[in-house]
């Protein structure tokens, strides 16, 4: 087993302006569960295929957006290691304690060039529903909604990108399976893995830091992308674009928006990485293409729509 | 749905009539100008119609009225702060007409829009 520093998405903290509307929203339209709600008023929710405690958090704001993206490492050593190391890149490490989200142990919490606080831990527990472990179903409780299985990625706009993906490669051992190259030789898009999928983070070029694209999860195939294009009509949910597919990671999408305005993403598919493989990379004649596939033109709204 | 229905009036910020909508009551009165604009009612504009989330999040249709009456949704306060409200500037996807309304569309967004289409010669 080769992957032991980084190992998946854990969980991120989204900043809503109606509580109510967006637990509608997660939970009966993505198909996610509310583990628990706070004292503070967070909400805490998670799919049932994934076994830890959450991996959406829900906070009541005025303004919509993401607050943080914590990953989860392989052990408290790996944990104490990467500490060292962002330290020793220059970038200033803040301690999280234990409990401070319910189910998650200490967490380190920093803020990459592109303005975005990115988090690591590496203890979680386990909360229903979840997967079972002997002799199991498919689904411990029947899918709901689009029927989400995971929380899968994000993508954030900000600036510096180049210096984001320096640090996710050097200090962080996350590789760029894909990337959109600029004319004048530097970056629009990254898309980074830290283990096998086709990208658990990506980040766009865009003047303002710490900018927020959307929020993704993974279904369990094309029908599923064309079952929740049927949710967001018939719910009357905001519909960006799609279904579609992507030329960059080959994933069948369809984008959408929360009541908060935040953008959410359902797709299925996507290649498998492996760390030998070369950056796949694009130029702005073809971004087109790599972006959304079946039209190969960009629409406004993905450039410049960010919350 | 509310079948009440007002006009909705838009002007460019350079003041130059631009195109009138139908809205109705319980509908955001974005949602009313983008079906004027599939009509081809929405004629003029500086660009098309700022259409982003719809749901009073990413400030793209930030607008001020000019005359009329509406109720509101939440909108982000990045966008639209106390004083911009007391003002009467607004995300035209968070407010329902609550009688005829004129509009200027007055974006916060527009420098970041031509940065972003210049570096992608869009």
Not at chain 1, 221 to 226: A, I, R, S
Not at chain 2, 85 to 93: D, N, Y
Request: one cysteine or more.
């Amino acid at each position: 087993m080769a992957m032991t520093g980084v190992l998946r998405p854990g969980f991120i903290q989204m900043r809503v302006m109606d509580m109510e509307a967006s637990k509608e929203h997660y939970i009966n339209r993505i198909g996610l569960h509310q583990v628990m709600e706070g004292d503070d008023g967070r909400v805490y929710l998670k799919a049932a295929d994934e076994f830890d405690h959450h991996s959406i958090v829900l906070r009541k704001a005025d303004n919509a957006g993401c607050d943080y993206f914590a990953f989860k490492v392989y052990d408290e050593a790996t944990l104490d290691a990467y500490k060292k190391r962002i330290e020793d890149y220059g970038i200033e490490v803040d301690d999280v304690r234990a409990g401070e989200q319910p189910g998650i142990g200490r967490r380190i919490s920093f803020v990459v060039p592109s303005g975005h606080r990115i988090e690591l831990y590496a203890t979680c527990e386990h909360s229903d529903p979840k997967p079972g472990i002997n002799n199991s179903h498919i689904w411990s409780v029947e899918p709901h909604g689009m029927r989400a299985r995971r929380f899968d990625h994000a993508l954030f706009y900000g600036p510096n990108i180049d210096k984001v993906q320096e640090f996710f490669e050097t200090v962080l051992d996350f590789r760029t399976p894909e990337q959109v190259d600029l004319p004048d030789g530097g970056l629009l898009g990254i898309w980074m893995t830290c283990g096998m999928k086709a990208h658990d983070i990506a980040f766009v070029n865009h003047p303002e830091p710490g900018k927020f694209h959307h929020v993704s999860f993974e279904l369990e195939n094309w029908n599923d992308v064309g079952r929740a294009a049927d949710i967001i009509t018939n719910y009357d949910i905001s519909i960006d674009i799609g279904p579609t597919r992507h030329g960059i990671t080959y994933g069948q999408t369809i984008y959408f928006f929360d009541p908060s305005g935040n953008r959410c993403e359902v797709f299925a598919g996507g290649y498998t990485y492996y760390p030998d493989l070369p950056t796949r990379k694009w130029d702005m004649d073809n971004v087109g293409k790599a972006i959304f596939y079946y039209e190969r033109q960009l629409n406004e709204a993905f450039l410049s729509v960010v919350t | 749905m509310n079948e009440q229905r007002f006009n909705i009036d838009v002007e460019n910020i350079n003041a130059e009539f631009c195109g009138s909508s139908t809205g109705y009551a319980d509908e955001r009165v974005l949602i009313s100008l983008e079906r004027a604009q599939g009509f081809g009612k929405l004629k003029n504009l500086p660009k098309r119609l700022p259409v982003g989330c719809r749901r009073g999040g990413c400030g793209i249709c930030r607008a001020r009225i000019l005359e009329g009456n509406y109720k509101r949704d939440p909108m982000s306060r990045e966008y639209v702060t106390l004083e911009d409200e007391k003002e009467g500037l607004v995300l035209l996807c968070a407010i329902y007409p609550l009688s005829d309304l004129k509009v200027r569309l007055e974006p916060k967004c527009v420098k970041n829009l031509e940065v972003n289409s210049q570096s992608l010669e869009i």
